[in-house]
Protein backbone atom coordinates (compact mmCIF):
# COMPACT_ATOMS: atom_id res chain seq x y z
CA UNK A 1 0.00 0.00 0.00
CA UNK A 2 1.52 3.70 -1.11
CA UNK A 3 1.80 6.40 1.47
CA UNK A 4 -0.96 8.25 -1.06
CA UNK A 5 -3.66 5.53 -0.10
CA UNK A 6 -2.99 5.66 3.55
CA UNK A 7 -4.70 8.94 3.10
CA UNK A 8 -8.14 7.99 2.30
CA UNK A 9 -8.07 5.21 4.63
CA UNK A 10 -11.25 6.04 7.77
CA UNK A 11 -8.56 4.42 10.35
CA UNK A 12 -5.29 5.61 10.62
CA UNK A 13 -2.74 4.53 13.25
CA UNK A 14 0.90 5.99 13.44
CA UNK A 15 3.90 5.13 15.26
CA UNK A 16 2.12 3.45 18.34
CA UNK A 17 3.28 2.40 21.23
CA UNK A 18 2.55 1.28 24.91
CA UNK A 19 4.40 0.09 27.75
CA UNK A 20 2.76 -1.19 31.70
CA UNK A 21 4.59 -0.99 34.73
CA UNK A 22 7.78 0.75 35.65
CA UNK A 23 11.59 0.76 36.05
CA UNK A 24 12.63 -2.81 35.92
CA UNK A 25 8.71 -4.07 35.53
CA UNK A 26 8.42 -1.99 32.56
CA UNK A 27 6.86 -4.03 29.63
CA UNK A 28 6.76 -2.98 26.21
CA UNK A 29 3.16 -4.50 24.74
CA UNK A 30 3.48 -2.28 22.19
CA UNK A 31 6.48 -1.63 20.08
CA UNK A 32 5.60 0.94 16.86
CA UNK A 33 2.36 0.33 15.41
CA UNK A 34 1.67 1.22 11.48
CA UNK A 35 -2.33 0.48 10.59
CA UNK A 36 -4.68 1.67 7.97
CA UNK A 37 -8.07 0.48 7.75
CA UNK A 38 -10.57 1.21 4.57
CA UNK A 39 -14.05 2.27 5.70
CA UNK A 40 -16.86 -0.56 5.59
CA UNK A 41 -13.91 -3.12 5.76
CA UNK A 42 -13.23 -5.71 7.96
CA UNK A 43 -9.42 -6.15 9.64
CA UNK A 44 -9.12 -9.72 11.38
CA UNK A 45 -5.87 -9.07 14.08
CA UNK A 46 -4.36 -12.43 14.91
CA UNK A 47 -1.92 -13.42 17.02
CA UNK A 48 -0.96 -15.70 20.13
CA UNK A 49 -1.68 -14.12 23.90
CA UNK A 50 0.67 -11.20 24.71
CA UNK A 51 1.29 -10.16 21.27
CA UNK A 52 -0.53 -7.03 21.73
CA UNK A 53 -3.78 -7.15 19.66
CA UNK A 54 -6.30 -6.42 22.26
CA UNK A 55 -4.41 -3.73 23.97
CA UNK A 56 -4.00 -2.58 20.23
CA UNK A 57 -8.03 -2.82 20.14
CA UNK A 58 -8.34 -1.35 24.12
CA UNK A 59 -6.66 1.86 22.25
CA UNK A 60 -8.38 2.09 18.98
CA UNK A 61 -11.80 2.06 21.30
CA UNK A 62 -10.57 4.66 23.61
CA UNK A 63 -10.68 2.25 26.26
CA UNK A 64 -6.34 2.92 27.00
CA UNK A 65 -4.49 5.64 26.26
CA UNK A 66 -1.13 5.34 24.19
CA UNK A 67 2.06 6.13 25.27
CA UNK A 68 3.13 7.82 21.96
CA UNK A 69 1.94 7.88 18.31
CA UNK A 70 -1.03 8.89 17.12
CA UNK A 71 -5.16 7.06 15.68
CA UNK A 72 -6.78 8.71 13.38
CA UNK A 73 -10.29 8.23 12.69
CA UNK A 74 -12.39 9.76 10.15
CA UNK A 75 -10.59 12.62 10.60
CA UNK A 76 -10.21 13.07 14.22
CA UNK A 77 -7.40 12.93 16.14
CA UNK A 78 -7.90 10.61 19.31
CA UNK A 79 -4.83 11.76 21.05
CA UNK A 80 -6.21 15.22 21.50
CA UNK A 81 -9.69 14.71 23.00
CA UNK A 82 -9.62 15.02 26.92
CA UNK A 83 -11.31 12.50 29.04
CA UNK A 84 -14.95 14.33 28.00
CA UNK A 85 -14.53 14.54 24.52
CA UNK A 86 -13.12 10.95 24.43
CA UNK A 87 -16.04 9.71 25.94
CA UNK A 88 -18.63 11.18 24.03
CA UNK A 89 -16.48 9.94 20.82
CA UNK A 90 -16.75 6.25 22.36
CA UNK A 91 -20.85 6.57 22.51
CA UNK A 92 -21.04 8.24 19.27
CA UNK A 93 -18.77 6.60 16.79
CA UNK A 94 -17.68 2.97 18.61
CA UNK A 95 -19.49 -0.28 19.53
CA UNK A 96 -18.10 -3.00 21.35
CA UNK A 97 -18.11 -6.96 21.38
CA UNK A 98 -16.25 -8.89 23.74
CA UNK A 99 -16.40 -12.43 24.84
CA UNK A 100 -18.20 -11.49 27.64
CA UNK A 101 -21.57 -10.82 27.02
CA UNK A 102 -21.94 -8.12 29.81
CA UNK A 103 -25.54 -7.90 29.29
CA UNK A 104 -27.77 -6.73 32.82
CA UNK A 105 -29.65 -9.67 33.85
CA UNK A 106 -33.16 -8.22 34.58
CA UNK A 107 -33.48 -6.25 31.20
CA UNK A 108 -34.81 -8.12 28.58
CA UNK A 109 -33.23 -8.69 25.12
CA UNK A 110 -35.19 -6.06 23.38
CA UNK A 111 -33.99 -3.32 26.19
CA UNK A 112 -31.03 -4.55 26.23
CA UNK A 113 -30.25 -3.43 22.91
CA UNK A 114 -32.23 -0.13 23.63
CA UNK A 115 -29.82 0.38 25.98
CA UNK A 116 -27.26 0.71 23.27
CA UNK A 117 -29.83 3.36 21.54
CA UNK A 118 -30.03 5.77 24.05
CA UNK A 119 -26.37 6.28 23.63
CA UNK A 120 -26.60 7.52 19.76
CA UNK A 121 -28.39 10.57 17.95
CA UNK A 122 -29.22 8.18 14.91
CA UNK A 123 -30.12 4.65 16.44
CA UNK A 124 -30.90 2.22 13.89
CA UNK A 125 -34.27 0.69 14.07
CA UNK A 126 -34.69 -1.90 16.86
CA UNK A 127 -37.47 -4.25 14.94
CA UNK A 128 -35.21 -4.30 11.83
CA UNK A 129 -32.52 -5.21 13.94
CA UNK A 130 -34.21 -7.81 15.90
CA UNK A 131 -35.26 -9.91 12.76
CA UNK A 132 -31.76 -9.12 10.99
CA UNK A 133 -30.17 -10.49 14.35
CA UNK A 134 -33.02 -13.53 14.58
CA UNK A 135 -34.18 -12.28 18.13
CA UNK A 136 -37.61 -11.45 17.44
CA UNK A 137 -39.32 -14.02 18.66
CA UNK A 138 -37.16 -13.40 21.79
CA UNK A 139 -37.21 -10.06 22.45
CA UNK A 140 -38.64 -10.40 26.01
CA UNK A 141 -36.75 -12.80 27.11
CA UNK A 142 -34.09 -12.37 30.01
CA UNK A 143 -30.37 -13.27 29.64
CA UNK A 144 -30.39 -16.32 31.67
CA UNK A 145 -33.34 -17.54 29.73
CA UNK A 146 -31.10 -17.41 26.75
CA UNK A 147 -28.30 -19.77 24.91
CA UNK A 148 -24.84 -18.54 24.57
CA UNK A 149 -25.40 -17.74 21.05
CA UNK A 150 -27.99 -15.53 21.48
CA UNK A 151 -26.86 -13.58 24.40
CA UNK A 152 -24.12 -13.28 22.23
CA UNK A 153 -26.43 -12.09 19.16
CA UNK A 154 -27.83 -9.47 21.87
CA UNK A 155 -24.61 -8.39 23.16
CA UNK A 156 -24.06 -7.46 19.26
CA UNK A 157 -27.03 -5.82 19.05
CA UNK A 158 -26.48 -3.30 21.82
CA UNK A 159 -23.40 -2.59 20.42
CA UNK A 160 -24.84 -2.10 16.66
CA UNK A 161 -27.97 -0.02 17.35
CA UNK A 162 -26.16 2.82 18.01
CA UNK A 163 -25.47 2.19 14.14
CA UNK A 164 -21.18 3.01 15.01
CA UNK A 165 -18.35 4.07 12.78
CA UNK A 166 -16.35 0.98 14.11
CA UNK A 167 -17.55 -2.14 15.31
CA UNK A 168 -14.53 -2.92 17.68
CA UNK A 169 -14.86 -6.78 18.47
CA UNK A 170 -12.61 -9.22 20.97
CA UNK A 171 -12.51 -12.86 21.12
CA UNK A 172 -16.67 -12.78 20.01
CA UNK A 173 -16.40 -15.99 19.75
CA UNK A 174 -13.79 -17.52 22.66
CA UNK A 175 -16.85 -18.72 24.85
CA UNK A 176 -18.70 -19.95 22.01
CA UNK A 177 -18.69 -24.06 20.58
CA UNK A 178 -18.29 -24.67 16.47
CA UNK A 179 -21.34 -24.09 15.02
CA UNK A 180 -22.79 -21.02 17.21
CA UNK A 181 -19.25 -19.30 16.25
CA UNK A 182 -20.15 -19.62 12.77
CA UNK A 183 -23.53 -18.17 13.57
CA UNK A 184 -21.83 -15.04 15.09
CA UNK A 185 -19.07 -14.70 12.57
CA UNK A 186 -21.77 -14.65 9.72
CA UNK A 187 -23.74 -12.26 11.82
CA UNK A 188 -20.99 -9.90 12.14
CA UNK A 189 -20.31 -10.39 8.32
CA UNK A 190 -24.08 -9.50 7.69
CA UNK A 191 -23.78 -6.63 9.43
CA UNK A 192 -20.80 -5.19 8.36
CA UNK A 193 -22.62 -5.91 4.50
CA UNK A 194 -26.38 -4.30 5.52
CA UNK A 195 -25.00 -1.24 7.85
CA UNK A 196 -21.30 -0.53 6.30
CA UNK A 197 -19.83 -0.60 9.66
CA UNK A 198 -15.83 -1.08 9.81
CA UNK A 199 -14.93 -4.12 11.83
CA UNK A 200 -11.57 -4.82 13.46
CA UNK A 201 -11.77 -8.34 14.98
CA UNK A 202 -9.10 -9.76 17.36
CA UNK A 203 -8.71 -13.58 17.30
CA UNK A 204 -6.39 -15.99 17.84
CA UNK A 205 -8.03 -18.26 15.24
CA UNK A 206 -6.76 -18.46 11.53
CA UNK A 207 -9.59 -19.81 9.88
CA UNK A 208 -11.28 -16.46 10.72
CA UNK A 209 -9.07 -14.74 8.72
CA UNK A 210 -10.58 -15.79 5.85
CA UNK A 211 -13.38 -13.80 6.36
CA UNK A 212 -11.80 -10.77 6.20
CA UNK A 213 -10.93 -8.10 3.68
CA UNK A 214 -7.11 -7.63 5.66
CA UNK A 215 -5.20 -10.02 8.00
CA UNK A 216 -2.91 -8.48 10.48
CA UNK A 217 -0.51 -10.72 12.24
CA UNK A 218 1.27 -9.59 15.54
CA UNK A 219 3.54 -10.89 17.16
CA UNK A 220 5.73 -9.69 20.43
CA UNK A 221 4.02 -5.84 20.35
CA UNK A 222 4.90 -5.62 16.26
CA UNK A 223 2.87 -6.09 13.04
CA UNK A 224 4.75 -8.81 11.57
CA UNK A 225 2.77 -9.29 8.40
CA UNK A 226 -0.39 -7.63 6.80
CA UNK A 227 -1.78 -9.00 3.20
CA UNK A 228 -5.52 -7.94 1.54
CA UNK A 229 -7.34 -11.03 0.80
CA UNK A 230 -8.37 -11.13 -2.97
CA UNK A 231 -11.75 -12.34 -1.87
CA UNK A 232 -13.11 -13.23 1.21
CA UNK A 233 -14.66 -16.71 2.23
CA UNK A 234 -18.05 -16.09 3.55
CA UNK A 235 -18.34 -17.15 7.34
CA UNK A 236 -20.70 -19.68 6.84
CA UNK A 237 -17.96 -21.55 4.81
CA UNK A 238 -14.97 -21.39 7.36
CA UNK A 239 -13.72 -24.47 8.64
CA UNK A 240 -11.29 -24.84 11.46
Known sequence: MSAGDTDNMFLRINDLKKSFGRDEGRVEVLKGIDLSVEK?????LLGPSGSGKSTLLNIIGGIDRADS???IIDGDRMGQMNEKKLTRYRRKH???IFQMYNLIPNLTVRENIEVGAYLSG???DVDELLHTLGLYDHRSKLPNQLSGGQQQRTAIGRAIVKNPDILLCDEPTGALDYQTSREILHLI????QKYGN???MVTHNEAIGGMADMVVRMRDGRIRD???NASRIPAAE???
Not at 189 to 192: G, I, L, P
Open 40 to 44: GSICV
Open 69 to 71: GEI
Open 226 to 228: QRR
Open 238 to 240: LEW
Open 122 to 124: SPL
Open 198 to 200: TVI
Open 189 to 192: ETVN
Open 94 to 96: LGY
